[in-house]
């Protein structure tokens, strides 16, 4: 089991920027790829982004490419999303994922194929 811990949410300004970060500990070893996601009120928890733990390829949402950017540092156990140019609608709690089961390849873009969940960071973004 992984223990990822989220942080860096808070209020941001359209247009402005903002980083989250995931601190992974446990098995982190046995880690295929890393994802973040996120849920806002009264909706299902969607994708955001995916990275594979070992090479570093990368997959966006469609509502987020261009804007957003996930990176890791593995020597930390980190998993980063730098938000560039946010938008009210990117409004959300948003959590990160340990995938550390299954298949490496290709990147998987639903809740059900992440084993271990953080708590969530609040991201509000005013207009």
């Known amino acids: 089991q992984v223990q990822l811990v989220e942080s860096g949410g808070g209020l941001v300004q359209a247009g402005g920027s903002l980083r989250l970060s995931c601190a992974a500990s446990g098995r982190t070893f046995s880690t295929r790829q890393m994802g973040w996601f996120r849920q806002a009120p009264g909706k299902e928890r969607e994708f955001v982004a995916a990275?594979?733990?070992?090479?570093?390829?990368?997959y966006y949402a469609d509502s987020v490419k261009g804007r957003f950017t996930i990176s890791r540092d593995n020597a930390k156990n980190t998993l980063y999303l730098q938000m560039n140019s946010p938008k009210p609608e990117d409004t959300a709690v948003y959590y990160c994922?340990?995938?550390?089961?299954?298949?490496?390849?290709?990147?998987?873009?639903?809740?059900?194929?992440?084993?271990?969940w953080g708590q969530g960071t609040q991201v509000t973004v005013s207009s």
């Open positions: 994922a340990n995938r550390g089961k299954g298949s490496y390849y290709p990147i998987v873009d639903r809740p059900s194929g992440y084993d271990d």
């Open positions: 990275i594979t733990w070992v090479v570093g390829s990368t």
